[in-house]
Every structure is written in structure tokens, then in C-alpha cells.
């Protein structure tokens, strides 16, 4: 599917003068490396209440790109300064392309506030943008003839280049689950490439909380085991 | 949607006689409950490899209902002795209803032979069968206006009657999925009944394989983690 190609942000004065494109952080200020690989998700929404972090009125970050702001406020029509999974997958089909609405709710998880898990705030907004912003540079570096696709390996290197090292024996299995069984070689649209990561990326981070010594083994009672999981369920409606 | 009812089998000689309907071993023989919550799912599979579970050159156990063997040979056009999932799609529509094929994804998952992920052979379809038909006589149980349809505190009760504990805060997580966003209350036909049931059965089976003190505590390495979770994440195609 050609037309599922990353398409271009409308605004994109960053996007050909940096590899992070679209990061709406400067780089050296807040580093989307220590965002996004050393942090679980949850706290990733609190930037905002370390002080230095907040600036004006619109709640965002100080220095947050324009566009991101312009999006944002393009879809909180009544001005509530928060958003729900039908005005995100709006305000992202703005800078990147229409994610399904199974892939907007999986980052709406990822990045929800903990006081709110139906919508989401100017901070969370920019922290997810900035985290699609990396990982589309990831994906456009490893889409070498630039069809908008990546295969098994391509998709490997790039979740590893992410901070990712799962095995692949793992990875196939979750890879497997988008062939389509025409018998055609399954590649991954960037949709596709951010459900699989994310995926990966809040597994591994739920994994990681239990593990605080880095020891490669974590302890779940059965309760925290079973509402780990079962919100990377998706929806069935 | 009434449609989604469970429908009447074809050949229910036994249904009103026995709480257990579509069993298609008698009670006491091999029964249910040992069946079905005190092994993992793979070794569901294993009956057959107790000789004293074949019999007959159907591969079936002995004493199988006629028409589950023949629900099973229906389907099984080239006579090979397995079935995909479609076939299983279409065996299943004989004796309960249409199931979802992401339902039926879920089963194979379940259900399979260790040896072959993507067919299931006679051992697997009576015991699937079976444990269907459980559930079917538990769901119809809950089900007291026989309107095909259980709400939240039904499904609890349900699967507390089938022998999993879970707590309601997890479940109601698992529950609200199906809110399909109408602001209608939320109740499950007996296709989502399964499909959540089964979840729940499959990844607190996968949980007990790593707690085998009946702690409540599991350990586990990463790749553990990931492998185990991941089956359950539905496919995407």
C-alpha cells in the first residue's frame, strides 16, 4: 500500500535539517533517549510537573514546536486542553498519516496521564509526538528504497536501533500475526511499525518496572500479571 | 443482537438430560473440571497419548459423541485428520454457532498440538469441544432470561463457576473492550463470552505453569514473558 507511506508534515521546517525529525525538543535539552528507553510510560506524561518544563499558557512545554501546538489545539475545539482517541487520531493524521484507530489507542495507553486514562493533555501530546518523530526517522532509515515498507530484519534492526533487543524468535511471532495469508512476504506500513513497536516497547517497559536490578527475571503477583496484559488486548467493538 | 444467541445443535440428544450439555465424554469418566483447570493448555492436547483415551480408527477417544466425529469428518474434506482454522470456523457452526475467527484463532491457540500450531487432529477437537460445551451449559446457566446475552456481574460469577477467581477490577478491564462506545450498557453474546473467557483461561493457565506452589507469585525471564504474551495480542490482518 503505497498510500501508506509517511506523509509529509505540513510544516516540516526540521524534518531534511536533523535526524530526529519532527522532535519538537531541541536536541541536548531533553533527551528523546532518556524519555523514551529509560522510563516507563506512565511517568513519561509527568514532564510537566517538573516546573521547568511547563511554559505559557497553552501548557505545553517551553520550546515545544509550533506545529505540535497548532495540532493539538486544531482538534480540542471546546479548548479543554485535553483530547480524546478520536481528536488524537486527528491531530496525528497532521504531522504523520491516519493511524488506526487500534494503533491510536494503544499510544493513547502508552502515554495517557494516570489521572486520566480516556484523554490526553498538551504534555502527553508532546511527548508522544516527539516519540512518533524518533521512531519515523528509525523507520524511514531502515525503509532503504523508501516504498513506506520494512521486513523482518528491517523491522528488527530498527526496534534494536530503538533500544530494543528482543529475540527474534519473539519478534516473529508478533510479526507473523500481520500476514495476511495471501502468501505474499509480509512488510510493515508505519502504522504497523508503531502498534508492533509499541507493543514491544510497553511490554518491555511493564517487564522492566518489575525489574528493577536489570537482572533479566521479574516477579508478577497474579493480579498485577493479569492487568499488565490484558490492556494490550485490543478493542473489540 | 438475538441472532448471536447460542443456537440449537443439530443432533442435541443430550442436552436436556444433562447439566453438562454437548459433553461428549460421559461424567465421571474423564472429567471436565480436571480437565480444564488443572492442566496447561498444551497438554490438553496429550489425552491421546494415554492409550486407554483411543479407540477406533477416527482417532477420536472412545465414546465420542457421534456427532462431534462427525462435525470434525465434515469439515475435514481430504480425510488427512486435521483441520485449520476455518475448517474449525465451519465444524464448530454445526453444534454451537458462527464463532468469530478471532475467536477461533483463540482456541486453536489453546487448544493445539504442540507439534503443529496452525491444524488441530481429533484429541484436540473433542476436547475443545468439550470444553465448549461447558462453558455453553455454564453461559446458558447465568443467562436467566435466556435473551443470549451475560452482563459484567454474570461473566463473573461464570467464570468464578468454572473455576477462575479473577478479581472484578481485572476483569472489568478485559469487560469494557466490548463497550462498543453506543453508551449502551455492555453484555456479551456467547461468541465474546468464549473469546473473554478464554483469555482469561489461557493466560491464568500460563501464569499457574510458572507458580507451581500456588503462590500467587510467578517469575519470569523476559523472553518468557514476551512469548507468552504476545499469542494472546489478536492478529492483525
Known amino acids: 500500500m503505497a498510500s501508506s507511506a509517511p506523509s509529509a508534515p505540513p510544516a516540516p521546517e526540521s524534518y531534511a535539517q536533523q ?12 533527551t528523546l533517549h532518556h524519555q523514551h528507553h529509560h522510563q516507563p510510560p506512565s511517568s513519561m506524561a509527568e ?8 511554559g505559557g499558557s497553552s501548557g505545553f512545554p517551553p520550546e515545544t514546536n509550533p506545529n505540535v501546538i497548532r495540532s493539538f489545539q486544531t482538534v480540542d475545539r471546546d479548548s479543554s486542553g485535553y483530547i480524546d482517541e478520536n481528536e488524537l487520531q486527528q491531530a496525528l493524521s497532521s504531522g504523520y498519516q491516519r493511524f488506526n484507530i487500534r494503533t491510536i489507542r494503544l499510544l493513547m495507553f502508552l502515554f495517557k496521564n494516570p489521572r486520566d486514562a480516556l484523554r490526553i493533555g498538551p504534555n502527553e501530546f508532546a511527548a508522544l509526538w516527539n516519540c512518533l518523530g524518533e521512531w519515523r526517522a528509525t523507520f524511514e532509515k531502515y525503509d532503504k528504497d523508501r516504498s513506506g515498507k520494512i521486513d523482518f530484519f528491517e523491522l528488527r534492526d530498527a526496534l534494536y536501533g530503538l533500544g530494543y533487543a528482543i529475540p527474534p524468535s519473539v519478534l516473529l511471532v508478533l510479526y507473523s500475526k500481520y500476514d495476511d495469508g495471501s502468501g505474499r512476504n509480509i512488510e510493515l506500513n508505519f502504522d504497523s511499525f508503531i502498534e508492533c513497536g509499541m507493543i514491544v516497547k510497553g511490554l518491555t517497559e511493564k517487564f522492566k518496572e518489575k525489574d528493577l536490578r536489570y537482572s533479566g527475571m ?20
Open 47 to 54: 514532564h510537566g510537573k517538573e516546573g521547568k518544563f511547563f
Open 19 to 30: 535526524d530526529h525529525a519532527f522532535t519538537a525538543t531541541p536536541p541536548g535539552d531533553y
Open 218 to 237: 521479574a516477579t508478577f503477583k497474579y493480579d498485577e500479571f493479569m492487568s499488565m496484559v490484558i490492556p494490550f488486548l485490543v478493542s473489540y467493538d
